[in-house]
């Protein structure tokens, strides 16, 4: 009945989340509310490890992409699960050691990494930083020679692969910010130029195509681009790449009409690619590495809001009112993306009610949902919306001077607040008086 299967619809006709009444937890913590679901989380982690050890011989590890959600909580969480960190700044690095994260198993991103940001990975003890260009390369290796340190690196390759939720391209994206191109020859130079550095160990190859994408054939197509690139290093200047990381981007279901593949399966077709171009250009099976981020957690998650005014405009639309908005998901303004919905206090009751859902900011385009249908709603209603989990905390903003939501993750029956809401004293923290 609903996207993600830790839901379902108790005997009082409310939402249930895992073991947990939704309605009972807006009362509880207020709203608006990030809900995470623990179990989910793990259940997502478990799905790829597993699959590495069936597919590839356990000869890789799946990094957690944290920008979908940052929090000391999920570090400590993925930590549990075995899994590396994808980081992409400073404050997601800082995170990671306040958690007390194996920091050698933090894989440290970024097109612009700042000076600052590349010494507090080399002095955090960052395992991997993954190399876009040739001036972070210069700057990394003087920072890790000023320290007398070899920093283990990686290159940020563009593949050229455009891949669209249900389609790809082969281009020459040579047009992007990220990593250095294949197809002009930037890609070999640098390889060769940092092989040659004192300071950093060049130890593989990165590459991340697209997000949300349903499809497999355009991992594989990746795949293969990067080990015949792998093949070229090794023919031209005799160099053997030890890891190949292949980004992340699965699908997630957030609408019914989303159809993702099982996550297994992505990595199932993806070993098959390398283990097959591996043994036909002659080199080693590199270390693989994934970087879920999305699959981990967008399904885990619910928003829990409290429905204000109802506003029906006669033969034109009808607007429910809820008290947060494009500060805690900001993806339908900048993505127009969908969401399925539920009155979390009438779960089952039918969607009879054709309904747009507006946030609370000063800006109309400040919707989550438009033209949806839902249950019949009134004011104090609770809104749940669904499959929330990635992007939407990490993304959200103080537009209005609006608190973020506090985060509360559920485990069984148990639920406790891992992100405070926060205060009008923390919104005025930084302004000087
Ligand atoms: N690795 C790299 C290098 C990435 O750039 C990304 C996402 C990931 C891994 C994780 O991808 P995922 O598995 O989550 O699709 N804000 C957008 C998504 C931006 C994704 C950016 N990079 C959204 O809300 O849809």
Redo the contacts with the bound molecule.
């Keep these: 009945m609903f996207v993600s299967k830790n839901l379902s619809v108790n005997g009082e006709n409310h939402l249930m989340i895992g073991k947990n009444d939704a309605v009972g937890l807006a009362k509880k913590f207020g709203t608006p509310l990030y809900v995470m679901d623990e179990e989910i989380i793990r259940e997502n982690c478990r799905v790829y490890k597993e699959a590495i050890d069936k597919y590839y011989d356990g000869n890789g590890l799946v990094l957690y ?1 944290n ?2 959600f940052c929090t000391a909580w999920t570090f400590r969480l993925t930590a549990e699960e075995g899994l590396g960190a ?1 980081v ?1 700044s400073g404050g997601e690095i800082y995170t990671a050691k306040k958690a007390g994260f194996p920091m050698e198993k933090v894989y440290f ?1 970024g097109n612009n990494k700042t000076r600052d940001e590349l010494v507090m990975a080399v002095e955090s003890g960052v395992g991997t930083v ?1 190399v876009d260009n040739r001036y972070e390369l210069d700057v990394l290796n003087d920072i890790a020679r000023e320290r007398g340190v070899k920093q283990k690196i990686m290159f ?1 390759i563009k593949p050229g692969i455009d891949a669209h939720t249900h389609d790809f391209i082969r281009t020459g994206q040579i047009d992007s910010k ?1 990593g250095v191109a294949l197809e002009n020859g930037e890609a070999l130079e640098i390889y060769e130029i940092a092989s040659k550095m004192e300071n950093v160990i060049p130890d593989g190859l ?1 590459c ?1 195509i ?4 349903f499809e497999v054939e355009p991992f594989c197509e990746a795949a293969r681009v990067m080990m015949e690139f792998a093949a070229e290093l090794k023919d031209k200047f005799a160099i053997e790449i030890n890891e190949l990381n292949l ?4 699908g997630t279901r957030y609408v019914p009409e989303d159809d993702p593949i099982p996550y297994d399966e992505y990595i199932k077709a993806v070993s098959e690619v390398v283990k097959e171009t591996a043994a036909q250009r002659g080199i080693k099976m590199p270390f693989m590495l994934m ?6 957690v967008a399904n885990a998650g619910v928003t829990l809001y409290t429905v204000g005014g109802v506003k029906d405009i006669k033969n034109i639309r009808k607007y429910v009112s809820v008290d947060g908005g494009m500060g805690d998901n900001p ?1 339908y303004i ?2 127009q ?1 969908k969401y399925s919905s539920v009155v979390a206090n009438r779960a089952g009751d039918a969607a009879t009610d054709k309904v747009t859902i507006a946030g609370k900011c000063c800006e109309s385009g400040d919707l989550i949902a438009e033209d949806i249908m839902l249950a019949q709603t009134k004011p104090g209603d609770i809104l749940a919306v669904l499959t929330t989990g ?2 939407n905390y990490s ?1 959200a903003s103080n537009y209005n001077r609006i608190p973020r939501p506090a985060v509360v993750a559920v485990n069984g029956g148990e639920a406790k607040v891992v992100v405070r809401r926060e205060t009008y004293e923390d919104i005025i923290r930084n302004d000087v008086f």
Aim: proline share 3%.
């Design positions: 992409a920008k979908a994808d992409v991103h993954i940020r990220f990165h991340h697209a997000s949300q994408v980004g992340g981007g699965f970087e879920p981020g999305r699959s981990i993806r900048l993505y993306a990635a992007y993304m």
